[in-house]
């Protein structure tokens, strides 16, 4: 049986760039750097939005336009500190909201769309 490593890239294309880096900036506080690496390529190259959280283990998170289709009907959930603030930041941030905080068995979670139908989940873990 092979081993398979553990993710360390989320990529998603989204229909506009700048209002959906916005919204993923303001609404749920991940700290998206603009790139351009100058590459032609559908998976790595041209204009996006980026972070790399490189505390324990890596994950990179990157937006770009989508080349076809947007991505919709993803799902990323976000580990927070304060869910009861978080979500009023989300909402002041205009986020929609598919549900406010609640009790799920591993935590208090609430639930976003983002403009293409993906979905950001918000955790407490308790």
Same mark, same amino acid.
Not at 48 to 62: C, K
Not at 108 to 124: C, H, K, M, W
């Given at each position: 049986?092979?081993?398979?490593?553990?993710?360390?890239?989320?990529?998603?294309?989204?229909?506009?760039?700048?209002?959906?880096?916005?919204?993923?900036?303001?609404?749920?506080?991940?700290?998206?750097?603009?790139?351009? &690496?100058?590459?032609?390529?559908?998976?790595?190259?041209?204009?996006?939005?980026?972070?790399?959280?490189?505390?324990?283990?890596?994950?990179?998170?990157?937006?770009?336009?989508?080349?076809?289709?947007?991505?919709?009907?993803?799902?990323?959930?976000?580990?927070? &500190?304060?869910?009861?603030?978080?979500?009023?930041?989300?909402?002041?941030?205009?986020?929609?909201?598919?549900?406010?905080?609640?009790?799920?068995?591993?935590?208090?979670?609430?639930?976003?769309?983002?403009?293409?139908?993906?979905?950001?989940?918000?955790?407490?873990?308790?």
């Amino acid at each position: 049986m092979t081993k398979h490593g553990r993710l360390v890239a989320i990529i998603l294309e989204v229909s506009d760039l700048d209002s959906s880096a916005a919204l993923y900036r303001d609404a749920f506080g991940i700290d998206l750097h603009p790139g351009d &690496n100058g590459v032609d390529d559908r998976w790595i190259g041209g204009r996006h939005t980026e972070i790399s959280w490189r505390e324990g283990a890596y994950l990179h998170f990157a937006l770009y336009p989508a080349k076809e289709q947007p991505t919709s009907g993803a799902q990323i959930t976000l580990s927070v &500190n304060d869910i009861d603030d978080a979500h009023a930041v989300a909402v002041r941030a205009g986020a929609h909201v598919l549900h406010e905080p609640r009790t799920e068995p591993w935590g208090r979670s609430a639930r976003y769309r983002d403009f293409d139908g993906n979905v950001i989940e918000l955790t407490q873990h308790t």
